[in-house]
């Protein structure tokens, strides 16, 4: 069987090494993200570099090298319309079309999606189409604090909310103004005080599969602190829930997810592969942050490297319509992902840096290498690439615990990179508990 990966990311990095295991993988990549490329020449297939939002291309490639099933799980490509065109060329694909995947790249469609399905799950929110929009919905939150967020895309980088990253109402108006100058829309939503969860539900269309909640670290620095980035880290426990939820939250979370995959099957919006859903839990129930239409990252890490059985052959039941729970069988562990940065990422430098890894001896230590943007130059020596993450170290044990120290020590084996100490931490976990409890 013929596989074939789109995209060069970390997420990807861990989806490759899951299909290279019984299929050839082909990759279509922006950069030669060496870690996709070992998965790719360990199963004897091939690559090829282009732009991975070009359809035309990647049916072609798919085409050329019998692909049999595509694996399309970024945000871009599948806005850009990738899984049409393969579907067009008769390729299979594991990834919803550009009308499924518009549940993530349209805010104000998602918003008015969920107004629909589960009401009592949004917060309250006014959309800003242009100026006088924008002030006017600011000043409906006079008194209370807001999320203004851009109606498209933004890499988990465009939400910038009161407190963390706005001093003030006026903070707030002044991006409103400057996203709809720029021709977008703004949702203007209240900001909502509580511990946030995600789900990576995997669904064919119409059967939903509801991995355990994960947790996602968005900031800079240690404590929280620092701009928001693409996810500096993430970690997933043995139970279905984490200390700050109840399985009432996870219920609720997931019976969201399934009302929102049926109401896209209703509207003719093909949707299959992975629903990624941020939510925040309240003493009231859940409340959703965002929809998003493919495997997050880095919280596909710890899905695959939980994972008991074929990625691939999920991806074959995917595509048949006939996904089971048991194609996508977990083990009861921990899992914790940990990502490496060049020390001015999210800080505005973009200068490449050079470091060094050597992957061997972190494997040895039970722990996974995938790189993101970053390419070798040499032995055991990598270049970062444009202003992303470096490189992600995953690992799976009994304990959170387990999972630090071991990615700890291997995090020190690569001094020219920074990472977050305080991820997967219990202290971290427990704050956010007691955060819950107030």
């Not at 209370?144 to 939400?159: E, M, S």
């Not at 060094?356 to 039970?366: M, N, P, V």
């Not at 170290?393 to 920074?418: F, G, K, N, Q, Y």
Request: glycine letters at 10%.
């Amino acid at each position: 069987m013929r596989t074939l990966i789109v995209g060069h990311g970390g997420r990807e990095s861990a989806l490759a090494a899951a299909m290279a295991g019984d299929s050839e993988l082909h990759a279509f990549v922006g950069h030669e993200n060496p870690s996709i490329l070992w998965s790719v020449s360990a199963s004897g297939g091939g690559h090829r570099i282009g732009d991975v939002c070009d359809g035309a291309a990647i049916a072609a490639f798919a085409r050329e090298r019998g692909v049999d099933i595509a694996m399309v799980s970024s945000d871009e490509p599948l806005k850009a319309g990738v899984v049409d065109a393969l579907a067009a060329a008769g390729v299979a694909a594991v990834g919803p079309t550009s009308a499924g995947a518009e549940i993530e790249w349209n805010k104000v469609f998602s918003r008015e999606l969920l107004a629909e399905i589960a009401p009592d799950s949004a917060p309250r929110h006014v959309v800003a189409t242009d100026e006088d929009s924008a002030r006017s919905a600011i000043a409906d939150f006079a008194e209370t604090p807001v999320a203004v967020k851009p109606q498209g895309l933004t890499g988990g980088k465009g939400v910038k909310v009161m407190g963390p990253h706005l001093a003030d109402h006026d903070e707030a108006l002044a991006y409103a103004l400057s996203l709809v100058r720029a021709g977008g829309a703004a949702l203007v939503e209240e900001r909502i005080e509580a511990p946030e969860f995600t789900i990576q539900a995997v669904s064919d269309g119409r059967t939903v599969v509801c991995p355990p909640a994960t947790y996602d670290f968005p900031y800079r620095f240690d404590g929280d602190r620092g701009p928001g980035t693409g996810g500096m880290g993430s970690l997933s426990l043995p139970t279905s829930t984490l200390p700050f939820m109840t399985d009432a939250h996870y219920e609720e979370a997931v019976h969201i997810i399934e009302l929102a995959i049926a109401r896209l099957a209703a509207e003719g919006r093909h949707f299959s592969g992975v629903m990624n859903s941020g939510f925040f839990a309240t003493a009231g129930g859940v409340r959703v942050i965002e929809f998003n239409a493919r495997f997050g990252d880095p919280e596909c890490m710890n899905i695959m490297a939980l994972l008991r059985g074929s990625w691939t052959a999920a991806m074959r039941s995917i595509v048949a319509g006939g996904l089971a729970p048991d194609d996508v069988e977990l083990a009861p562990e921990a899992s914790l992902v940990l990502y490496l940065v060049s020390p001015d990422y999210a800080l505005g430098g973009g200068e490449p840096r050079e470091f060094t890894l050597d992957a061997d001896a972190i494997r040895a230590q039970g722990v996974a290498v995938h790189f993101s943007s970053a390419v070798q130059v040499g032995p055991r020596r990598y270049r970062t690439v444009g202003t992303s993450r470096a490189v992600a170290l995953v690992t799976t044990a009994a304990t959170l615990e387990e999972c630090r120290a071991r990615l700890a020590a291997c995090a020190r084996s690569v001094p020219e990179l920074e990472w977050r100490a305080d991820i997967g931490a219990d202290s971290y976990l427990e704050s956010l508990a007691a955060h819950a409890r107030a």
